[in-house]
């Protein structure tokens, strides 16, 4: 269609010529037409030489740079969204990040504050520990202490007892002792 187009326009400018040139001779000098006629001439054949020759490979150039420009175009809209979508993401993301630090936090007081309890019940039930045990200790030291001392005082009351007795018992003291011992086995067997 194009080459149609262009041929037209081409055999007109060719023609147009010998139109100029079947006109009366006017007032005006007939070089300046001759000289526009030639100038029409060679811009045709230029602008011919240029559509036939570069116009297949300009087309194509301005097909192809379209369609990268097209490509690109689309390439850069999907990286577009995609990064929205990512910042998006990031948004959320620290939003939650925020979220789970105060509730991290939260959650580290808490701890921290049940560990300062457990350490302060540790604290008191060790030093009631502390303080059961030394008055157990105590209260066996002081009952060792009176068994030591009623065992010393049974040991000097039963020394001085024998020093006594090896001094003063007679015979009818002996007899009177055996006697009252006899008579405790008999009420004891009767019973």
Same mark, same amino acid.
């Given at each position: 269609m194009k080459a149609r187009i262009l041929t037209?326009?081409?055999?007109?400018?060719?023609?147009?010529?010998?139109l100029a040139f079947a006109a009366e001779q006017g007032g005006e000098p007939a070089g300046a037409w001759l000289k526009l006629v030639f100038y029409v001439i060679n811009f045709a054949a230029f602008v011919f030489v240029i559509f036939y020759y570069a116009g297949p490979g300009t087309s194509s150039y301005f097909k192809e740079r379209a369609r990268l420009i097209r490509s690109d175009l689309e390439r850069l809209e999907a990286a577009y969204k995609e990064a929205e979508a990512m910042a998006e993401r990031a948004r959320a993301r620290l939003a939650g990040l925020e979220d789970?630090?105060?509730?991290?936090g939260e959650e580290i007081a808490r701890e921290t504050a049940f560990q300062v309890r457990k350490l302060r019940e540790a604290g008191r039930a060790g030093a009631e520990r502390v303080r059961r045990d030394a =008055?157990?200790?105590?209260?066996?030291?002081? =009952?060792?202490? @009176?068994? @030591?001392?009623?065992? #010393?005082?049974? /040991?000097?009351?039963? /020394?001085?007892?024998?020093?006594?007795? @090896?001094?003063?018992?007679?015979?009818?003291? #002996?007899?009177?002792?055996?006697?009252?011992?006899?008579?405790?086995?008999?009420? =004891?067997?009767?019973?």
């Open positions: 037209g326009v081409l055999l007109a400018t060719m023609l147009a010529p010998s789970e630090l105060k509730k991290l =008055e157990l200790t105590a209260r066996a030291l002081a =009952e060792e202490g @009176r068994r @030591r001392v009623r065992a #010393q005082l049974a /040991s000097s009351a039963a /020394s001085m007892a024998r020093e006594l007795i @090896r001094k003063s018992f007679e015979p009818a003291d #002996q007899e009177r002792l055996v006697e009252g011992f006899m008579e405790r086995i008999r009420s =004891e067997a009767s019973r």
